[in-house]
């Protein structure tokens, strides 16, 4: 639910009225978080904000047999699109990008039409595509499917409702991706039995991210999963639904490589990864799940127009192609070599950070209040801390979410340590916690049948570990058996609490205070990290001397969290205040 409130105030408030026509072509997240941050400036109005996507604005209605099919980031969830109301200040084309005419700032849509621009944005994010070695022309047969958005999956949902369900259809998935596992549940959910589904694995790509084993200790194969007992854990499941799956094949051909467009596919041969062998399955539609990329319309219209494309749109720090009026973002998008930053992509980022970037760059040029800022004092390129998230079902009814930091290199991944629970015992649900070597939290992994608050448990995310009631601590002491139950105790709530990152702030700001001429803690442990570059335990007394010296700081951190409390008891009703007793 979402309520809208409005007073004399915040209409007489005034604004700036910007008449530049900015069009965006693409709902992806990147997308949306630009939209919601311009639409949101409390001084600006936007009169011409224009989104160009071929099913309009994602549906802010939630729908289960529906979600189930595509797997999620959480940036957007619909009852979160319900109260933005985006469609209120932006005006939206359906329709597909095919052309660009920069000469005459035009974007050339699939039905015929076309819509100018002062400035442009590229959000098209990167999608399934038909397109699969086998296939000789553009076009493909109708019963060669992708699903990419949730437009596409309610229209699949009710074919295989009508259609396939009733006649017993064989189901043949091509991909070793996450949304190849989602598909494979939507189907089982909607009805289609496991015996009629087929799942072609392919090898993963060459520069797949190992996956570090918590229970192992080492580096395991890349997987499609992120968590190598999470892929054990669904492998069992696929054989017990009695899904056939083969493991490691390439997709040869349709229909023993004499397919026309015209017929449909009636059969998929697939070479195994050594090349040896060939195996041939019977099926009445297949799905293409393998890989996401550019699709084939955008890359002509990019590369038609001469904006410069290496594997992906190239970009500037202030996400600008070479052309000024047209910028872009997200996973289409990679940074110009001459940074020689190639291994950092947007997609290793949580979009929602990459779009309010995005639109804090367009404003240094529309906002009357930033016209003497440096762009790049405006963008901050180095505050991307929001961790990436997946949440999906997956085969087996399987509840999944993982939470990971953003642009994590392989070398950091053993560093610290896991905390996990429900390991060999499915019923009560998996859950680990990696902490960095400063016992921050880095990492969260679950999958459990039962379901479980994903936004919540998000929220634990970079929390130190102390601040989780001495979760490492109490591990080690065998008084924590199930991280799920652990969370949702009394305790927890406040980490839970929308204001809590701000109570967080204010509480760190407190490390930043002189007391006379003493140094503060931070100032302390900068001087600690000078060092040596990492704080030892032989180095707290250090640490404890800055504490005795800022004489008052214990006092004020606890005024700061009582008032915290206190300001938001009618929700933290359940901790104990002065004065209750």
Known sequence: HCLYHINRKMLLE???????????????????????????????????????????????????????????????????????????????????????????????????????????????????????PAAKAEQVPGNVLVVNDDTEAESLLNWVKRVLKPSKGVCCLYGNTLGAYTLVQGLLSSGVLGENIVFARPPPPE??????????????????????????????????????????????????????????VKSATFDTACGKTEETVECDVFFCCNQEVVALDTFKAINDSCLVFDGHLVIDNLFSTNDPLIHAAGPLTKLSRKYHEDNCLHAQYNSKDIGVQLAQAILVKHDPTMADMDPLLAVQPGHRTLPKITSAKLPGEYNFLFVDKPMQSISQIGQGREVMTGVGHESSGYFMIHFSEYKRVERIACLSKQSFESSNLVQIYSRHEKVLNDLVNRFDSGLVHDLFSFFRQPWSVALFHDRFDQLSEDVQSLLYQKCG?????????????????????????????????????????????????????????????????
Request: glycine share 4%.
């Open 207 to 264: 520069n797949s991210k190992s996956s570090w084993d918590a229970t192992t200790k080492h580096y395991s194969k890349p997987t499609s999963l992120l968590d190598p007992h999470v892929q054990e854990v669904v492998d069992k499941a696929l054989l017990q639904l009695g899904v056939r799956v083969l493991d490691n094949v390439v997709l040869k051909s349709w229909n023993g490589g004499a397919w026309t467009v015209q017929e449909k």
């Open 14 to 132: 005034p604004k700036v009225t910007i008449n530049a026509r900015i069009v965006v072509v693409g709902a992806s997240d990147t997308g949306l978080a630009f939209l919601h941050f311009l639409t949101s400036c409390p001084h600006l109005r936007f009169n011409h904000i224009i989104l160009i996507s071929p099913h309009g604005l994602p549906s802010d209605c939630a729908h289960q047999e529906r979600d189930v099919f595509l797997p999620h980031s959480l940036c957007f969830p619909p009852h979160i699109l319900a109260q933005i109301s985006l469609s209120t200040w932006v005006d939206v084309v359906d329709g597909r990008m095919v052309s660009l005419d920069r000469k005459r700032q035009l974007v050339h849509l699939d039905t015929g039409s076309s819509v100018y621009y002062d400035e442009l944005v590229l959000t098209c994010g990167l999608q399934y595509t038909t397109r699969v």
């Open 517 to 581: 001429d003493a140094a503060s803690m931070m100032d302390a442990a900068r001087a600690v990290l000078a060092q040596d570059g990492k704080i030892l335990p032989t180095d707290k007394h250090l640490l404890n001397k800055a504490v005795a010296a800022n004489k008052g700081l214990q006092a004020q951190l606890h005024r700061r969290l009582l008032n915290f409390i206190a300001y938001n008891n009618y929700h933290l009703n359940m901790y104990a205040r002065p004065g209750m007793v």
